[in-house]
């Protein structure tokens, strides 16, 4: 079975600083991996995709396979990337996601 | 409308009451999923549709839950004799045909059960 584990709840960091939202997953197969973002008040919508390979917002998230993880990464945060951010997998033929518990970005002035 | 719209937005039931929980998929998705999120976790699958077809309904708890979409677009789960432990947010997203489509969010029926 698969799993998505991301170990922070809670991640705080000052405007301008450089942040990373760990994610790591369990799945013995070629698995798709995703970031999704809730902003305050908002629905629950895809940041980015790893097969995409693309920078969304300044947000980079490479897939390692050898130590399974997905980490989001931005070098400079800004306020408004404040949200809940979940990781989520896809595996196989099955078209549904599994997500992982989510973390909550702060970002301070 | 432009995008998933899921309703009631909230709904207070009392224990051993049915509830139904309606979601309106983008116009022409053909894949519509239902996933439950519990306070201080992420979403977990409930069950899905291709069309009218339900294709996986392995997340659904129990018998109490049940889906249906039987036109292929608005899609209703139901819970009966509801209990406290079903309090959750109740989570609906479509997405078009093919493997790689992105799937969107509606904003979710906060149900809570007193």
């Known amino acids: 079975a698969q799993r998505v584990t991301q170990p922070e709840k809670l991640l705080s960091v000052f405007k301008g600083a450089p942040v990373e939202l760990k994610c790591n997953y369990s799945y013995s197969g070629s698995p798709e991996l995703f970031w999704y973002v809730q902003y305050s008040r908002q629905r629950l919508q895809l940041l980015l995709r790893h097969i995409s390979r693309e920078s969304i917002k300044g947000f980079t998230a490479d897939l390692n396979k050898g130590e399974t993880s997905f980490h989001l990464k931005k070098p400079f945060a800004q306020e408004e990337d404040s949200a809940m951010y979940y990781c989520a997998l896809r595996s196989g033929s099955a078209r549904q996601l599994t997500f992982g518990s989510g973390t909550q970005l702060t970002v301070l002035p | 409308g432009a995008g998933v719209s899921q309703s009631p937005r909230y709904k207070v039931t009392k224990r051993g009451q049915d509830v139904a929980l309606r979601c309106d998929p983008i116009s022409g998705h053909v894949s519509l999923y239902w996933y439950r999120q519990a306070l201080g976790q992420g979403p977990e699958f409930l069950t899905y549709?291709?069309?009218?077809?339900?294709?996986?309904k392995s997340g659904l708890p129990n018998d109490r839950f049940s889906a249906e979409r039987p036109e292929g677009s608005i899609s209703t789960l139901t819970i009966q004799r509801t209990e406290q432990r079903d309090s959750a947010m109740y989570r609906c997203a479509s997405s078009s045909q093919g493997s790689n489509t992105e799937a969107f969010f509606g904003q979710g029926t906060r149900l809570t059960v007193v």
């Open positions: 549709f291709n069309y009218e077809a339900q294709q996986d």
